[in-house]
Nanobody, 128 residues
Framework: QVQLVESGGGLVHTGGSLRLSCTAS????????MAWFRQAPGKERQFVAA????????RYADSVKGRFTISRDGAKNTVLLQMNSLKSEDTAVYYC?????????????????????WGQGTQVTVSS
């Protein structure tokens, strides 16, 4: 099993930036596809970004392409989400997630139900 702990959320003005961090416990971090999802009040949890096990491939939701960047650091068991040019519609609770399936390195899934480990979430609020 793996435990995920997010940090870095907060309140920022429109156009500002935040960097979210997710630290994973255990020695098997490199086996997991890592992703960020978000959930706004009254809405379903939605895919934001994901990164392959090697870090060589990434995938983004259309709504964040060009503004968000996901990365991972195997030595620190950490996955980061750099969020720039934030908009009010980015306001949500952001969750870090891990997909433990044994898949080929280039495979990245965006479906919520395929991720079996989740963090507790961190609130991001973008105000105008």
């Amino acid at each position: 099993q793996v435990q995920l702990v997010e940090s870095g959320g907060g309140l920022v003005h429109t156009g500002g930036s935040l960097r979210l961090s997710c630290t994973a416990s255990g020695r098997t971090f490199g086996r997991y596809v890592m992703a960020w999802f978000r959930q706004a009040p009254g809405k379903e949890r939605q895919f934001v970004a994901a990164i392959s096990r090697s870090g060589g491939r990434t995938r983004y939701a259309d709504s964040v392409k060009g503004r968000f960047t996901i990365s991972r650091d195997g030595a620190k068991n950490t996955v980061l989400l750099q969020m720039n040019s934030l908009k009010s519609e980015d306001t949500a609770v952001y969750y870090c997630a891990a997909d433990s399936r044994d898949v080929v390195d280039y495979f990245i899934d965006s479906r919520v139900h395929e991720y079996d480990y989740w963090g507790q979430g961190t609130q991001v609020t973008v105000s105008s």
